[in-house]
């Protein structure tokens, strides 16, 4: 922890990344709720002296059971999280959880749990070539498959939708307003909805 406050004393607005929590606190038993609930304590005072900061922790991949189905991260991204971590006393003392898995073919989904808010996904793919990587870029609508990136509901209310429309064109008689609010956000962080100054159009489908 030391370590920590030296780096930020010179780097106040740093992002701190601890790859993995194992290493770098060996003193502390994962299995042990507590002891975790510590750490994180200690680890929040330091945000607080330090309230420009970001702290960064990734977790060592659980190996699968053979027979166990790994949940998907598009759609249950709770249950992927803490089969991954294999520990939920580290993953849900997180205010922000991520994850990145592989949706189709080259395509890799983006999801995770925010503390308080709700999260959608984001469905990205490499930029560059193999062996010079560049970094992702958000699909192209027309690489989505639809009845992967969204519910059985989502994907009939989604067919209900006219090429372009207003919420409270559709609010209510055509999909219900809660639904519909749900749904426009799932389809604009996958790039399938577009937002033209309060009028909504269907992007490559």
Known sequence: MGLIHDALKRK???????????LMFPEVDKMKGQQ??????????VMCEYPRSLFLLTFNLRKPH???????LMSDPRGWLNEIAGNADIVNRCDVRLGIDTFQDEIRVV???????????????PVG????????????PSEINLTTALSRTQQEYW???????????IADKTVPRSSL?????????????????????????
């Open 129 to 140: 070539e193999p062996d010079c990587l560049a970094g992702f870029e958000q699909c192209e």
């Open 181 to 205: 609010s749900r749904l426009i956000r799932r389809a604009q962080s996958l790039g399938l909805l577009y937002d033209a100054e309060g009028l909504f159009v269907k992007l490559g489908m």
């Open 12 to 22: 106040p607005n740093a992002l701190v990344i601890i790859d993995p929590m194992d």
């Open 111 to 125: 999801n995770g749990i925010r503390r308080g808010e709700e999260m959608h996904p984001v469905l990205v793919r």
């Open 36 to 45: 975790v609930v510590d750490l994180y304590l200690r680890l929040r005072a």
């Open 159 to 169: 067919a209900l939708l006219p090429g372009e429309f207003g919420f409270e064109q």
């Open 66 to 72: 053979r027979e166990a189905r790994t949940p998907n």
